[in-house]
């Protein structure tokens, strides 16, 4: 079945949407913005543009050009452009159609369903053109709702049993209040109002005013007359209050703005927040009366509403919010956009319809903390990290830390901290059986998998002979949140202890492998060494050892680089001298010599002889370390 | 001979039973199955969606990075223009390096004077009354528009003239 789109079809914008994955998306024009502009217009070559083109060329082309059409929606006026005549549904039907291609694009499927959202206060026959419209357009409109109602499921404010609920819309162009009681899913107006010519462009033509005045009382030139300068100040109103909503102060720098008797002038100005709430604050405070008028139609009192729902990008002005909190004495709610929350709504609306949303099915959960095993030197070793949605299965392969060990444990651990012993230990279990073999050539592959039901099921397995042990533990997924908050806080504030430890561990462990590796190099080409260099390894192995069998780092981390160093010198007398057995030989002994190089790289040697798995290996540490 | 009939149809059937019963149970176990194969790969997806916003995060901050370091590079010299007394010659250079970015970046003005409207890359925000010339023609720019590649970066804001008998009809 087809997806269902969800639009907000507007009086000045419209906006689409749509459930993908259980989320829903907005959906971009064909311009590369979120909103389409509810403009049609045609022109003389006999062209129809929709949106964002009609608007371009609105000023150009008056009679052609047709705005704001919703507010003569179902009055069965009907509207002229360029000596012919539409009814308000087929310019409506030019947008849909516009919404419906986009959408089409941007989803790569057809489209033939929609619910389309309305004013609360629309009448019968205003719901019935708009559904007309969409038919028109080719849309089959499986739903009209009510655009706070669209707002509120955006909050998922139906499922949080009976309660009231006013939703408070300004816009760019209108205001509307709108109060509804909610219980079971159902929606029902209690009473709407509201001030058809009251919206953001207002302040903006203010603030306009404001700042013309100030450049008019220094030049004596007011920049309103000169349609160039008009623009850059728009722009730059525009930006003051989009700055002014989360700054205190923003700078109006403007220059080369006008010429005034051959000589360029600027314009450079200083607006604070409260300057500009004072420029704005009769606009405000003229959205009280409609939602004093509501709460009185509907015989509800301020505290009576359990929830306030924001919609409209004039609803982002801080001032806005303020009157909004003094009108009914609780902080509304605002985490979804103001401007896209009724088009998310319509597509709630829409996946519920196309049974895309089942509620039990599609909240899955996540993994609060991280699970991980304890690896060489107490670190805890990643395998499933935090909010991961379950069920999921996730596997690394690891290997023995010391030469003949035949048994590992795996200590299953639950937290954010890098060390082992910092985090809660879930369980334990032995996989023994291990064949004796040097230390990092066994492979011991570990798996998590976490079902549906959160239960963490463990596997390890040695892959070299098929033994396995597992261990199940359950409840992995079911902490409280006062527990994971917890965890988080002391993970956050240890985080820098335990990076320090961490490090520590890492030294260590890179100066036993060192050691491990050199001893094996002197063992292997006891005969390729000159006396000099196996002493000077052999002495700096011992100081090494000696220096990991304390606790001072910094000597385990000095011993170590010089180690490397007499073993870099070492190899490099090898390659040398080879390279001379090379040349004095020539030709026949060529593969010979070549081989012994090879296998003489002390510090790679692992790495070179074991390439083929090794490389499993090394990815696996590149993920530690993330 | 009616009573072997219904032994033997009992039988059968028992035995009918007994498969669909098995039937059942393998169905069951089958729809088991793919129920968590169902739940793993739409786990997967959410899991895939997660990755995929960090990396587009990332990448957003990378891309950031490199506008933010041209825009740092072109104050450091402007505050050195607007330093120096003869301040043309430095200017034109400055002029010159972000043109070239622009040329790297694939980012071409939009030539529009003199030119028709054209709606797909003009922005016409008045018009203006004049009996000299074309009508619907560019006689001003606002604002200077620009394509990225092929598609508009943001359109040309312009004054377009309008005929005057026109008007009137």
């Known amino acids: 079945m087809g997806k269902i789109i969800g639009i907000d079809l507007g009086t000045t914008n419209s906006e689409v949407a749509v459930m993908e994955a259980g989320k829903p998306t907005i959906i971009k024009s064909a311009e590369g913005q979120n909103y389409f502009p509810s403009v049609v217009a045609f022109t003389k070559d006999g062209e129809i543009l929709v949106g964002e083109s009609a608007k371009r060329q609105a000023v150009t082309n008056p009679e052609g050009t047709v705005h704001r059409i919703k507010r003569k929606m179902g009055s069965g006026e009907k509207v002229k452009a360029l000596g012919k005549s539409y009814s308000p549904e087929q310019i409506s039907a030019f947008i849909l159609q516009k919404i419906k291609k986009d959408a089409e694009e941007f989803l790569g499927e057809k489209i033939t369903e929609a619910v389309i959202t309305v004013p609360a206060y629309f009448n019968d026959n205003q719901r019935q053109a708009t559904k007309d419209a969409g038919k028109i357009a080719g849309l089959k409109v499986k739903r009209i709702i009510n655009e706070p109602t669209a707002a509120s499921l955006a909050y998922g404010l139906d499922k949080e049993g009976e309660h009231k609920i006013a939703v408070y819309d300004f816009g760019g162009g209108t205001f509307d209040i709108t109060l509804m009681e909610v219980g079971e899913g159902v929606f029902e107006v209690l009473s709407t109002n509201g001030d058809t010519q009251l919206g953001g462009s207002d302040m903006d033509q203010a603030l306009v005013d404001y700042f013309a005045e100030i450049f008019k009382k220094q030049y004596d030139f007011d920049l309103r007359k000169d349609p160039k300068s008009l623009q850059r100040l728009i722009e730059a109103s525009e930006n003051a209050k989009i700055e002014l909503s989360s700054t205190m102060q923003t700078d109006i720098n403007l220059p080369y703005i006008s010429v005034i008797n051959n000589e ?21 405070d003229k959205t009280e009366k409609p939602c004093k008028q509501a709460l009185k139609d509907a015989k509800l009192s301020p505290e009576e509403i359990d929830h306030i729902v924001l919609v409209g990008g004039t609803t982002r002005i801080p001032l806005v919010k303020n009157k909004v909190e003094e009108i009914f004495g609780k902080t509304p709610k605002r985490d979804v956009d103001p401007m896209e929350c009724v088009a998310i709504g319509a597509a709630i609306q829409a996946g519920v319809l196309s049974g895309e949303i089942e509620k039990d099915i599609v909240l899955l959960d996540v993994t609060p903390l991280t699970l991980s095993i304890e690896t060489l030197g107490g670190v805890a070793t990643h395998l499933i990290d935090r909010n991961t949605t379950v069920p999921t299965k996730k596997s690394k392969i690891f290997s023995t830390a010391a030469d003949s060990q035949i048994s590992v444990e795996i200590n299953v651990l639950q937290g954010e901290r890098p060390m082992a012993a910092d985090n809660k230990s879930l369980g334990r279990f032995h996989l023994d059986g291990i064949l004796p073999a040097p230390r990092g050539i066994p492979q011991i592959e570990v798996t998590f998998d976490i079902d549906v039901d959160g239960i963490l099921n463990v596997n390890a397995k040695d892959l070299g002979t098929g033994k396995e042990q597992s261990i199940r533990i359950t409840g992995s997924t079911k902490l409280s949140d006062q527990e994971i908050n917890k965890m988080k806080k002391e993970a956050e504030e240890h985080e820098e202890d335990d990076i320090k430890r961490k490090e520590k561990v890492e030294i260590r462990n890179n100066g036993d492998a060192l050691a491990h590796s050199a001893q094996k190099t002197l063992d292997e080409l006891k005969d390729k060494f000159s006396d000099e260099d196996k002493e000077a390894i052999q002495n700096a192995l011992k100081e090494l050892r000696s220096a990991l069998s304390g606790d001072d780092v910094d000597k385990i ?70 | 001979m009616t009573t072997k009939k219904t032994t033997e149809k009992k039988n059968e059937n028992t035995e009918k ?120 023609t560019i006689i001003e720019e606002v604002k200077k528009g620009y394509m990225l590649n092929d598609k508009i970066l943001r359109p040309s804001h312009v004054i377009v003239t309008k005929k005057v008998e026109k008007k009137k009809i």
């Not at chain 1, 200083?270 to 009769?282: C, D, G, N, P, Q």
């Not at chain 2, 669909?20 to 968590?36: F, T, V």
């Open chain 1, 264 to 284: 360029p002038k600027h314009f450079e100005t200083k607006l604070t927040r409260a300057k500009f709430e004072e420029i704005i604050s009769k606009f405000v």
């Open chain 1, 557 to 626: 981390k000095e011993k170590t680089d010089s180690l490397t160093q007499v073993l870099q010198k070492a190899s490099t007398a090898i390659y040398q001298k080879a390279a001379q057995q090379h040349q004095q030989t020539q030709g026949n002994q060529q593969s010979n010599s070549d081989e012994e190089a090879w296998s003489g790289h002390p510090g790679d040697d692992d790495k070179t002889i074991n390439a083929d798995y090794k490389v499993n290996k090394d990815e696996d540490k590149k993920d530690k370390k993330k």
């Open chain 2, 17 to 136: 039973n007994i498969n669909l019963k098995n039937e059942i149970k393998q169905l069951k176990i089958a729809l088991k199955e793919k129920n968590d194969k169902l739940l793993r790969s739409m786990a997967d997806f959410q899991n895939y969606q997660k990755r995929i916003e960090k990396e587009l995060t990332c990448r957003e901050q990378e891309n950031k990075k490199k506008y933010l370091e041209e825009i740092i590079d072109l104050h450091e010299l402007l505050k050195k223009v607007s330093d120096d007394k003869n301040p043309k010659e430095g200017l034109k250079l400055l002029i010159n390096n972000i043109e070239n970015f622009f040329k790297k970046e694939q980012i071409k003005p939009i030539n529009c004077l003199g030119e028709k409207f054209n709606h797909n890359i003009h922005y016409a925000i008045t018009t203006l009354e004049r009996n000299d010339c074309e009508d619907n």
